[in-house]
Each structure stands twice: as structure tokens, then as C-alpha cells.
């Protein structure tokens, strides 16, 4: 799988319920930029490329549920496995992921950055 479109897929998965618990039920203003240090992109990356994973499995699991129950069943799983994917990978959590994750959508520059890092451990 190509990790080189970092934002490519979000929109689908935020459609589908795939979002991030707390990102989707929040609205709150978002924080204040913060500078991204290098261990944290690693750890966002880390949990990035994990949460792309489940996001495909899952979003093929609700391409095949049976009833809107089912849907609602899997969305429930999904997020549950993507909220522990990410508290997982030291030195990361949920809301420095979502911050982290907002903040690549509006700065090309750390986009850049994310991608560097998803090409180099796909390299590996």
C-alpha cells in the first residue's frame, strides 16, 4: 500500500464514521498551532499509517454490512480499534494525533514532513 498521499482517503473514512471519536463530537475551537519536534512526527506517522490501515479494512467491512445496524456495529469497532492503535505508539495519543492531523491539512510544509517520514519506513 502507497502512504504517499498523507490526507488522500480522510474524507471517505470521516463519511463514513471513521473519523476519530473525539475529533467528530468536539467543537471546540481547535488549538492553537504547536511546533511538531521530530519524535512526535515519528509517533504521528507511526499511528498514521496504522490508522490508514484499519480505516481500509474497516470501510470494506461496511461496504459488505447487511443493515444499518451492522454499519453502526462496525463504525463502533472501527473507532474503538483506531482510538487504541493510537494511544499504543509511545509518545503519542488521540489528542496530539487529531492536532497533529488538523494542522497537516492546513500547512503544506508539515504535510511534506509526514510524508518523508511515511516514505522512508515504507523504504524499510
Do not use: C, W
Not at 9 to 33: F, H, K, S, Y
Amino acid at each position: 500500500m502507497s502512504y504517499r498521499k498523507i490526507l488522500a482517503g480522510t474524507a471517505l473514512a470521516a463519511a463514513l464514521g471513521l473519523g476519530m471519536p473525539a475529533l467528530a463530537q468536539t467543537t471546540d475551537p481547535m488549538p492553537e498551532a504547536v511546533i511538531v519536534d521530530s519524535a512526535q512526527l515519528d509517533a504521528f506517522v507511526l499511528a498514521y499509517v496504522e490508522v490508514t490501515d484499519l480505516r481500509e479494512h474497516y470501510i470494506a467491512q461496511l461496504q459488505d454490512a447487511q443493515s444499518q445496524e451492522d454499519q453502526q456495529a462496525i463504525m463502533q469497532e472501527a473507532n474503538a480499534e483506531i482510538t487504541g492503535a493510537v494511544d499504543a505508539v509511545e509518545g503519542m495519543d488521540v489528542a496530539t494525533y487529531e492536532t497533529i492531523l488538523a494542522m497537516a491539512q492546513d500547512d503544506p510544509q508539515l504535510v511534506n514532513r509526514i510524508n518523508s517520514r511515511i516514505e522512508t519506513i515504507s523504504n524499510q
